[in-house]
């Protein structure tokens, strides 16, 4: 534990520093109750930030098996997969071939939001599809149950579209669900295709991602050339409408006069999908989970993506005017100015308020692959310091930014994933801009295709951890002592059992919408709420109250 010499806590978050030595200190610390090997691995994820010329920030040891034994925020292959990125999607009938838990799991537990657009758009995300697998099944294989699961759905509810989701038995039985789905697709009619994300697949649920977006993009992008009307057409990529984000950023670009053509996935549909490709820009939002299909929509049909970010007041105006600066169109620029004055008064209002009852508090992070660093700009505006964070499933490009990309070596684990082969299509590439006004773009400082990472913009000895572990985040509680702890599910109560206040950030569990003008404010009043609430101050544990245990032996 530091000194009070080496801790200085003053009236603002700009002033809270700790000194890099005692960080180091703690460091160490932790890392002694670890096997030397174990040690060895966690102290190249464990990293006290510093930022040299050029935003050259340390290397990090990232999307790296979980050593067993150690209690681990991540999830599995199969939860990136089917419970992420094709979960939001209402008219999609999802079946999980394995274990009735396995669908569960992935049932509607990220609170992803959908609107359909009357009452004979289909929606049915609120069902669980599952072929149950038993012991039986797993002896004697289960293609057969399988499909007549897939028979079964499209008799109950003809579908546009069936996707099948192995779970891990499956993978170790042997099922061939790819050919159970392509004779269901000859026998049915309609596109049937199938994800091979067993749970064990890969290091984390950001392995589902990559295996969700190759199949999206193998199965179904490009199979509706129909163009829609729209000056401005653009898809929103990585962006799951949790608690309703994507209904605010829907209604933002709306009023700017942007069309959205897809989003993956939030809200989405399977029609969305087959004509994502005659949009105009790809703006992502969470970088790992999304960004292989960014770069396959370039491949093939000559699509742009640029970054972008909707958390955060100031961070939303950024975007639409990064948007509009795209497009190059004065009267776009004009009404995204427009939208912006009209809405951040309302914002400040509250950002101001909030401020001067939260400035000076701080905050750490630990949750999925972009929130980490997005949630910070809104903590930012509120005053607040983020001292500590981390990702679950980030890969090294996502802490220290894509120029690293060259120098990450592939391993084991990443050849357990397909790499699609792309070209360009002969009849669909059309380069959205020529050379001349990419170039143009370039000189304004205009970035394509470029993610700056989490750690160049996080403040030098802030401490950033990888797939944190629940000791580690005890440890980092009882140094730190801050004011809220953002992360997700299942350390959640760990956290609250600490006394400290515990925001939620992987479904907001029943809080929201967070992005945007709107879900800026609503951020700011449940921080807030949080973090001056007195309530924990009334409360003792039995443990604080008869510190001291005593027992006996039954024969004694």
Request: proline share 3%; with cysteine.
């Amino acid at each position: 534990m530091m000194s009070e010499k080496d801790k200085t806590m003053e009236s603002t978050a700009e002033n809270i520093t700790y000194s890099r030595e005692s960080i180091e200190e703690l460091k160490q610390d932790i890392l002694k109750k670890y096997p030397t090997k174990v040690a060895r691995k966690r102290a190249k994820q464990i990293i006290i930030n510093k930022i040299d010329e050029g935003d050259a920030v340390p290397e990090i040891g990232a999307n790296t098996r979980t050593v067993p034994g150690i209690l681990t925020q991540r999830g599995c292959t199969y939860a990136g997969c089917k419970g992420v990125i094709l979960g939001p999607t209402r008219d999609l009938v999802n079946i999980v071939h394995g274990p009735i838990g396995c669908s569960f799991y992935a049932w509607l537990t990220r609170r992803n939001q959908t609107r359909p657009v009357d009452d004979n758009d289909e929606n049915f995300m609120t069902y669980c599809f599952s072929t149950d697998m038993q012991d039986s099944d797993i002896v004697f294989g289960g293609e057969g149950k399988l499909r007549q699961a897939v028979q079964e759905a499209y008799d109950l509810f003809h579908p546009k579209a069936i996707s099948i989701f192995a779970t891990c038995p499956v993978g170790l039985i042997g099922d061939d669900i790819h050919q159970v789905a392509r004779e269901m697709k000859e026998k049915l009619g309609i596109n049937v295709f199938a994800f091979s994300c067993e749970g064990y697949k890969g290091v984390s649920q950001s392995a589902g991602h990559h295996i969700a977006n190759n199949g999206i993009f193998k199965h179904v992008v490009g199979e509706d050339d129909t163009v829609k009307e729209g000056e401005y057409k653009i898809n929103l990529l990585g962006e799951y409408n949790i608690g309703g984000d994507g209904f605010e950023i829907d209604r933002i670009l709306e009023e700017c006069g942007i069309q959205v053509v897809s989003t993956f996935s939030g809200n989405s549909t399977y029609g969305q999908f087959a004509n994502c490709h005659t949009a105009d820009l790809n703006t992502v939002m969470c970088h790992r989970s999304i960004n292989y299909v960014a770069e396959m929509m370039e491949t093939k049909f000559g699509i742009p993506w640029i970054k972008i970010n909707f958390i955060g007041a100031k961070s939303t105006a950024k975007s639409l005017r990064k948007i509009a600066d795209y497009f190059g169109e004065q009267k776009l620029k004009d009404r995204v100015e427009e939208v912006i004055a009209r809405e951040m008064p309302d914002v400040e209002k509250v950002m101001l308020d909030v401020r001067s009852r939260c400035e000076g508090k701080t905050a750490m992070m630990f949750v999925g692959g972009s929130r980490a660093h997005h949630y910070q700009e809104l903590f930012n505006e509120m005053g607040m310091k983020t001292l500590s964070a981390g990702y679950e499933f980030a890969h090294r490009d996502d802490y220290e930014g894509r120029k690293v990309l060259p120098t990450i070596k592939i391993d084991a684990d990443s050849r357990n994933i397909e790499e699609l082969e792309v070209e360009q299509d002969p009849k669909r590439y059309k380069p959205r801009k020529t050379d001349e006004q990419m170039k143009a773009l370039a000189d304004q400082g205009y970035t394509f295709k470029d993610y700056k990472g989490m750690m160049p913009e996080m403040e030098a000895n802030s401490l950033v951890i990888d797939d944190i572990s629940h000791y580690e985040t005890e440890r980092l509680i009882e140094f730190y002592e801050p004011d809220i702890v953002c992360a997700g599910i299942k350390e959640k109560f760990v956290v609250q059992k600490s006394g400290v206040p515990m925001k939620q950030l992987h479904s907001y569990d029943s809080g929201g919408p967070y992005a945007g003008f709107r879900g800026a404010v609503n951020f700011y009043k449940e921080i807030d709420r949080m973090v001056n609430s007195k309530v924990k101050t009334y409360l003792k544990a039995p443990w604080q109250k008869n510190p001291e245990l005593t027992a006996h032996y039954v024969w004694e």
